[in-house]
């Protein structure tokens, strides 16, 4: 029997981890490019499962429809793809998110705005026209699946407009719109949306004589109330917040920047205070984007959903950085053939292998090209030695975010009916098992929702997962830290 003495498991250790192991990608998770000019990759967002969601627009119906697909990895695995060009409604995604196996997908041009459900193989179920002049972006809440949808009205004076629906399956139903100015005389867009465990935070412009200055504001979930709106004053003459990301309790953005001298523009990753919208942001990481409406802006963020990483991709740059906003990895140019290439969107999968997909677009006049572009960190970075057979990855559970989860990775040994992963606190209490059933000659994965048998929820702290029994060794353990509070 072990009895476990001493257990060193602090965040700052893990911390240390992280910056004695600067990520840096272990290879290719695949490439895909769309089969036919022109098309646009615009969106990528993850699925629980480690999958890609894809969307992007491609010629047809007087000059663009919307595409979509799910990737495993390696990207090369198309599990579906769909194009849908009915009404000529369906063009331009700008936004989308998932929940779950569904994916939802949202944008539009002059002819409508529209945001669309994709099922599980890839149909789509039903799309619904959101009450504005433009729609910009859309997120999920990851407790209650509601949906999000933000842009603007054309005025004037310009609303930023936010409208919350509820997925019945088969259809939608608004369960909210509001309107929002800085003030009564600014027009006011909003561009970007994500969603905390208790409020929306929308990201966006407010304009002064045409000139866009950053602007971001938070509501609570339930009512639309606006806990704050902030509007920042920038050193140049024209600047934006473009994307946000939400969770582990912390919101970041994406600041699109113009000197002046009119495009391309710079960006720079924005830590967003979440009692007040103001933010300290890096230094330029991508220089050189073009557009044609504030809009369409093609760039990306995202955040991994128990780690503290980000992932930022603009123009052809993307980048790893952690919640310090320290660069620790970058790749300055995605394009593996071809003129470009312009990122459209960024996602990391939540599975050991850290996988970044990337959706960028190459070429000119009629003969774009959308693609999608993987690259995998395979390296543990929490772990000091890479002896053990017992790997944790996510290493951080946080109580606060539903769906948030370990992952234990069992590398292949001789394994016995007595091998098992137990779960201690640091006072040694056993707290879970299981019985390790290895799957062939590969690693063995289980994902643990932190309930015990006896379905307790484990409790904030820190923890160590030890596998014991016959083919294992002392080394055979994995730290990992619980955060939050259960809802």
Request: proline fraction near 4%.
């Amino acid at each position: 029997m072990y009895r476990m003495r001493t257990i060193v498991l602090l965040c700052s250790l893990i911390a240390a981890s992280w910056a004695a192991a600067m990520p840096q990608p272990s290879g290719s998770a695949g490439a895909y490019a769309y089969p036919t000019p022109p098309s646009f990759g615009k969106c990528v967002a993850s699925y629980t499962d480690g999958s890609f969601f894809v969307a992007g627009s491609v010629g047809g119906c007087g000059g663009s429809d919307f595409f979509v697909q799910r990737h495993d990895v390696p990207l090369t695995q198309t599990r579906w793809s769909n194009v849908y060009d009915a009404t000529c409604m369906d063009n331009v995604p700008r936004g989308a998110a998932t929940f779950g196996d569904i994916a939802y997908v949202a944008g539009g041009v002059t002819g409508g705005q529209y945001l669309a459900r994709i099922g599980a193989d890839g149909s789509r179920v039903w799309t619904v026209v959101p009450n504005m002049t433009y729609v910009c972006d859309v997120a999920v809440a990851s407790d209650d699946g509601s949906i999000w949808v933000v842009g603007y009205d054309s005025g004037p004076p310009m609303s930023a407009v936010v409208i919350q629906y509820r997925d019945n399956g088969s259809g939608v139903t608004q369960l909210g719109r509001n309107a929002y100015r800085f003030q009564d005389s600014y027009d006011t867009q909003a561009f970007a949306v994500a969603v905390a465990a208790d409020a929306a935070y929308i990201g966006g412009a407010v304009l002064a004589a045409s000139i866009p200055s950053p602007w971001v504001m938070a509501v609570n979930r339930t009512g639309g109330v606006v806990r704050f709106s902030q509007r920042t004053t920038d050193t140049v003459s024209r600047s934006w917040i473009a994307r946000l990301v939400a969770g582990q309790g912390r919101v970041f953005g994406l600041h699109l920047r113009d000197n002046g001298s009119g495009l391309p523009l710079s960006g720079r990753v924005a830590a967003i205070d979440t009692s007040n919208g103001t933010y300290s942001e890096s230094a330029d990481v991508f220089n050189g984007m073009g557009m044609t409406t504030f809009s369409d802006f093609p760039c990306g963020i995202a955040m991994h959903p128990t780690l503290p990483i980000l992932i930022t991709g603009g123009v052809g740059t993307i980048r790893v950085h952690n919640f310090g906003l320290e660069g620790l990895w970058s790749v300055g140019d995605v394009s593996a053939g071809g003129t470009g290439p312009v990122v459209g969107g960024v996602a990391i999968s939540n599975r050991l292998d850290y996988t970044v997909a990337v959706a960028y677009t190459t070429g000119f006049a009629a003969t774009e090209i959308a693609h999608l572009d993987g690259y995998a960190f395979t390296q543990d970075l929490t772990q000091v030695a890479g002896t053990s057979n017992l790997v944790a990855a996510p290493n951080l559970m946080d109580l606060a975010e539903a769906g948030s989860f370990i992952r234990f990775i069992v590398k292949p040994l001789k394994a016995t009916k007595e091998t098992k992963i137990e779960v201690f606190d640091r006072a040694g209490n056993l707290f879970w098992s299981k019985v390790v059933a290895l799957e062939g000659a590969g690693n063995t994965e289980y994902v643990w929702d932190g309930f015990s048998v006896a379905k307790r929820r484990i409790g904030p702290g820190g923890y160590v997962a030890i596998l014991t029994g016959s083919g294992s060794n002392s080394s055979d353990r994995a730290p990992f830290v619980v955060t939050g509070k259960s809802k």
